[in-house]
């Protein structure tokens, strides 16, 4: 039912800055709460949490990035962004969008097709 669409990825300068968006259709169904995530997979490495933002606002964040990338939400709930500072190459993944939603019962593992961030030192 949730439809994910990631876009901002790109290629970057060690120490530059991207933004990547996430637009989730669904998102402001009434009957209906969200938690919106950000992952991401490097090649050769598990898919790992990146940051988590929750229906009432409250944010999470991977020790891993804590300082550079902030999670927020446009108002209407429609589109959530990961604002990415101080980038490192280690930062080079595809970025992948969450979905998980509450609708009397947990539906899991609404996914986005991934976002390419590449860092260069």
């Known amino acids: 039912q949730v439809q994910l669409v990631e876009s901002g990825g790109g290629s970057v300068q060690a120490g530059g800055s991207l933004t990547l968006s996430c637009a989730a259709s669904?998102?402001?169904?009434?009957?209906?709460?969200?938690?919106m995530s950000w992952y991401r997979q490097a090649p050769g490495k598990e898919r790992e949490f990146v940051s988590q933002?929750?229906?009432?606002?409250?944010?999470t964040y991977a020790d891993s990035v804590k300082g550079r990338f902030t999670i927020s939400q446009a108002n209407a709930k429609n589109t959530v962004y990961l604002q990415m500072n101080s980038l490192k190459p280690e930062d080079t993944a595809m970025y992948y969008c969450?979905?998980?939603?509450?609708?009397?019962?947990?539906?899991?593992?609404?996914w986005g097709q991934g976002t390419q961030v590449t860092v260069s030192s």
């Open positions: 933002i929750d229906d009432d606002g409250s944010t």
């Open positions: 969450k979905a998980d939603r509450w609708c009397g019962s947990w539906e899991f593992g609404f």
């Open positions: 669904g998102y402001t169904d009434t009957d209906c709460t969200y938690d």
